[in-house]
C-alpha cells in the first residue's frame, strides 16, 4: 500500500503562485510516475503534469509555460509549482502515482483562483 498526502492548496487572486507538495511513504524512483491531476466544477478529472524517475513529463497545454514539477530532496516528494494562476486552474488537485501493482491517490486539496 502507498500512501499519498497532499498540502499546499489554498486561494489566491488571479496572477499569483501557490507550490502543491505530495509526500509519498515510497521512494519515487519506485515508480512509473508521479503527478498531479484536477477536477475542476462540473468535469471530469483531467491529467495536469506527470514525471517519471528518468524526468520524464507529461503535461496538460492548459498549463505549459505556467506550472512546473520538481522532487524533493530525498525522492518521497514531489511539487507542483504553479505561477500566473487563472480562475480556470482552480479545482480540486489530486496527487497520483502508478506502481507495478497498483495506482494510487491522495486525498486531494482544493486550490481556488480569484479574479
Known amino acids: 500500500q502507498v500512501t499519498l498526502v497532499e498540502s499546499g492548496g489554498g486561494s489566491v487572486q488571479e496572477g499569483g503562485s501557490l507550490r502543491l507538495s505530495c509526500a509519498a511513504s515510497?521512494?519515487?524512483?519506485?515508480?512509473?510516475?508521479i503527478g498531479w491531476y484536477r477536477r475542476s466544477p462540473g468535469k471530469d478529472r483531467e491529467l495536469v503534469m506527470t514525471i517519471t524517475p528518468k524526468d520524464y513529463t507529461d503535461i496538460a497545454d492548459s498549463v505549459k509555460g505556467r506550472f512546473a514539477i520538481s522532487r524533493g530532496t530525498f525522492d518521497n516528494t514531489v511539487y507542483l509549482q504553479m505561477n500566473n494562476l487563472k480562475p480556470d486552474d482552480t479545482a480540486v488537485y489530486y496527487c497520483?502515482?502508478?506502481?507495478?501493482?497498483?495506482?494510487?491517490w491522495g486525498q486531494g486539496i482544493q486550490v481556488t483562483v480569484s479574479s
Open positions: 515510497v521512494s519515487t524512483k519506485m515508480m512509473q510516475y
Open positions: 497520483t502515482a502508478s506502481l507495478v501493482y497498483g495506482t494510487y
